[in-house]
């Protein structure tokens, strides 16, 4: 496309944090109607740079032009009165107050009053123009997660955004719910906003975004003019500083069955129910479970995990019945857990990373007796994991909280792995990471599954289950609508049956 | 302009300088009350200093005082690692005052009859605490506000056994009879008041660091405290962590109060604490939650008490000001306790 003047130019910034760069001499311009992806691995510096563009941080130098001119922008409000508006991936809503309350916070009204009028108006306006339309009144707490993201946003452009960035912003939504907000970025920039796109996944940077700016180690790593023409594996080599080979699968052999559910149905507690569900897994076998968020994925991970009693069915761990639904009962037959929230039920953030290693096995002997615990064995194993699974952290007393999510994920899987667990239930496994950290944890799943465990992931990322999976079970509404071998199956296919159509 | 920046890290070193930068900005915004009140400030705080730490009858009285406070900080320091918001350490610390008397009144050998009044006593403590705990965990209800209420329910319950049953048939004043002279806790050091109870404080700020530190019940308040939900994922049974959290706290504070009565007041009154149990908060705070810190702090916080006394006799300042000061260091440490999490950065105004 032509080049206008650009909406925002960001000229050799750095910001350094103690003895880390985060961004080094990064220059970046986005044009009116453009919409630029920038892409890196975890770690790479595109949070710390757009926090500088939003004012978050005061950059070690270099200058921001918002339309050709310099402007210092001290804090979010003066990237708002610049026109910029960040939809960040933790959303910053008001759960309790209405969709309108959300967008008129900081809005002054006229003389000390709501203009409640005005809002409804706007809202409506702005909804007709991206089809981006929300019910003004709903409080947040009752919309989902892509309703929530849409809300911000909208807030953005009610406050008069000409240049939008969005922060993984698909890291949240479901496949329908992406195709959706893709539609809205685009008719955004057909109209002259700038947007910038932060994403480590290719294939939707490709489909999307008109240029790329790619950083690695807080530099710019290298720019891609033509993503839509690009490979996505080109892209990753800028990414990584090396080619990204998928890890190899070997043959599938299968043993005899460590998970059984027979026919597991529960109570409408939070969310949706599971509704007489049956599967089993064998050793040495991964099996996908398919399904669009929200049909009872989670109960049945909380099932499994011993979090929740089922109120009718039985459960089998490596040939044991589950009698008592408790997580310390099924973890001592031998199921290990990679949880899908990381930060919220997996790690406690605040504690020594050491901490949350032996969390789960703090009672056995490895790392207590007599109710005393064994500081040098915590610490030990703790040590060893990180080395054996290269977590990147200063050392095992560090803050969990401090590490970057792709090193933190290591760290759930270390815990689990390195007890041997007959059967690993994993949900969203790589939700988050970028291709490096996704890649490891890929081949540690096979390797798992070499040595006879036998794996249940539950993912919405189909291609990631078709590339793992053996077997790919399809939940809709409660219930496993079918299992089809991953030779049989396809994206299509199990997007249909995703949909509750028959296999 | 000044502008908060979020910490990557907090340095090590902050666990000791935030207590000290908290009570040095104390020291100073309090020095203008003093200003205020007629008085030179040095000399004020001179004479407060001399009075609490200034000499060695002064330490011990000073220690007397601080020992209450080290079993409620512990106990609030305990019960806060775990986000069992106990408010109610001087309900529990009423609790334990009144049981150990009831025990120590009954004749008996006196190792015997102080070993009773302390286990009493805690148990008195556990028991109150008890209640709040059971209500969050079974009912959801707010901890903070029925461990608070609850403080004046005991006092008001004590209240009426002491202008009751237990009213003093001689004088007609509202004090229990005292308890028996064998159950009096040994004095240490003659001619002082630094009574056993004092080397039982002493020694219960390490065991309970040790507890939270290097036990799987500590392990398990720890993480409950910072993700409850990580920590039921994990294979821990939160609800009995709350509970055994609430009977250590409540113990503890309970045991604050067996100390007041068999080491310093020996019978019960309406004012047998002073607020020890909501000074065990600040005193918490300031230790940043870590039971070895509770030890100084207790003696900062009774340092200022008995110092303020002495100094309100000496220059006419108001001894309330040790009130003020205990409120202003639980805000100084409060704002104290943001540097951990943020730092301040400079920048240029916006154009």
């Not at chain 2, 294979?235 to 080491?263: C, D, Q």
Request: proline share 5%; aromatic share 6%.
């Amino acid at each position: 496309m032509s080049t206008p003047a650009p909406l925002i130019e960001m000229r050799g910034i750095s910001k350094s944090f103690g003895a880390v760069k985060a961004n080094e001499a990064v220059d970046l311009s986005v044009a009116p109607g453009e919409i630029l992806g920038l892409l890196g691995e975890n770690g790479a510096g595109k949070t710390t740079l757009m926090n500088v563009l939003f004012g978050a941080y005061a950059p070690d130098a270099g200058e921001i032009l918002v339309q050709g001119r310099p402007l210092a922008i001290n804090s979010s409000a003066d990237a708002l009165a610049a026109g910029i508006g960040m939809v960040h991936q933790h959303f910053h809503l008001a759960p309790r107050l209405s969709v309108l309350e959300n967008l008129l916070i900081g809005i002054p009204g006229r003389s000390g009053r709501i203009d409640r009028a005005g809002g409804v108006a706007r809202l409506a306006e702005i909804g007709r123009q991206h089809g981006l339309t929300l019910d003004p009144d709903l409080p947040v707490s009752a919309l989902s997660v892509g309703e929530q993201q849409r809300l911000e946003i909208v807030k953005a452009l009610f406050r008069g955004a000409r240049l939008l960035i969005l922060d993984e912003p698909t890291a949240v939504l479901a496949p329908t719910e992406i195709d959706g907000l893709f539609s809205a970025l685009r008719s955004m920039a057909a109209q002259g906003l700038g947007i910038i796109f932060i994403s480590h996944k290719l294939n939707e940077v490709r489909a999307l975004t008109h240029r790329c700016v790619v950083l690695r180690h807080g530099r710019v790593a290298g720019r891609v003019d033509a993503p839509a023409s690009t490979t996505s594996s080109e892209m990753a080599r800028l990414m990584c500083g090396h080619e990204i080979v998928p890890p190899a699968r070997g043959p599938s052999m299968p043993g005899a069955a460590v998970l059984t559910l027979d026919g597991i149905s529960t109570s409408h507690h939070s969310g949706m129910a599971l509704r007489d569900v049956s599967l089993s897994v064998r050793g040495g076998e991964i099996l996908g479970i398919a399904g669009v968020s929200g049909n009872g994925q989670r109960a049945l991970a909380e099932v499994i995990s011993g979090v929740r009693a089922p109120d009718a069915g039985k459960m089998t761990i490596a040939g044991k019945a589950v009698s008592r639904f408790s997580p310390s009962t099924v973890q001592a037959l031998g199921l290990g857990r990679i949880p899908e929230d990381r930060m919220t039920t997996g790690l406690v953030t605040n504690l020594p990373l050491a901490d949350s290693m032996v969390l789960p096995r703090i009672g056995t002997a490895a790392f207590s007796r007599n109710g005393l615990l064994k500081p040098d064995a915590i610490r030990a194993f703790a040590e060893a994991q990180i080395k054996a699974y290269d977590i990147r952290c200063p050392g095992p007393m560090t803050r969990a909280g401090a590490l970057s999510g792709g090193n933190l994920q290591k760290a759930l899987l270390a815990r689990e792995l390195a007890f041997d667990p007959k059967v690993l239930i994993v949900s969203q496994p790589t939700r988050g990471l970028d291709i490096g950290a996704a890649r490891f944890i890929h081949e540690k799943f096979l390797d798992m599954r070499a040595k006879g465990c036998g794996i249940i992931v539950i993912g919405e990322d189909l291609e990631e289950l078709l590339m793992l999976s053996d077997r790919i079970a399809v939940m809709y509404e409660g219930r496993i609508v079918g299992t089809l071998d991953s030779a049989d199956a396809s994206v299509a296919r199990l997007g249909l049956m995703m949909t509750g159509a028959e296999a | 302009m000044f502008r908060l920046e979020a910490r990557t890290s907090t340095p090590a070193w902050f666990n000791l300088a935030l207590p000290l930068l908290a009570i040095g900005a104390t020291l100073i915004l309090c020095s203008g009350l003093i200003a205020l009140a007629g008085a030179g400030v040095v000399e004020a705080y001179s004479v407060m200093f001399s009075a609490s730490l200034g000499d060695s009858y002064a330490v011990t009285e000073t220690l007397v005082r601080a020992t209450p406070m080290i079993f409620t900080g512990l106990a609030v320091a305990v019960a806060f690692r775990a986000k069992f918001w106990n408010i109610g350490a001087e309900g529990q610390l009423l609790a334990g005052a009144v049981a150990s008397c009831a025990v120590g009144a009954i004749p008996m050998p006196g190792p015997l009859a102080m070993l009773l009044m302390a286990l009493a006593g805690g148990a008195a403590g556990a028991a109150v605490a008890l209640i709040p705990a059971t209500l969050r965990v079974k009912f959801r209800v707010d901890d903070v506000v029925s461990s608070l209420l609850l403080n004046s329910v005991i006092f008001y319950a004590l209240m009426a056994l002491i202008e009751g049953p237990w009213k003093d048939s001689f004088s007609g004043y509202p004090i229990s009879p005292p308890i028996e002279d064998s159950a009096n806790f040994p004095v240490l050091i003659e001619g002082t008041r630094l009574h056993l109870g004092v080397v039982a404080a002493l020694v219960a700020a390490p065991l309970i660091w040790f507890v939270v530190a290097r036990t799987t019940l500590g392990f398990r308040i720890r993480v409950t405290g910072e993700n409850p939900e990580a920590a039921r994922y994990g294979g821990i049974n939160v609800e009995r962590v709350l509970i055994s959290t609430a009977l250590l706290s409540g113990a503890l504070a309970g045991l604050a109060g067996v100390g007041e009565v068999g080491g310093v007041h020996f019978q019960v009154m309406s004012d047998i604490s002073p607020g020890y149990g909501y000074s065990g908060i600040v005193v918490a705070m300031l230790a940043r939650l870590n039971p070895l810190g509770v030890v100084p702090a207790a003696i900062f916080l009774a340092a200022v008490m008995t110092g303020a006394e002495a100094m309100s006799r000496a220059t006419g300042v108001p001894a309330f000001l040790s009130e003020v000061i205990q409120g202003t260091a639980l805000l100084a440490m409060l704002v104290a306790l943001l540097f951990t999490a943020y730092r301040i950065r400079r920048v240029g105004a916006a154009r």
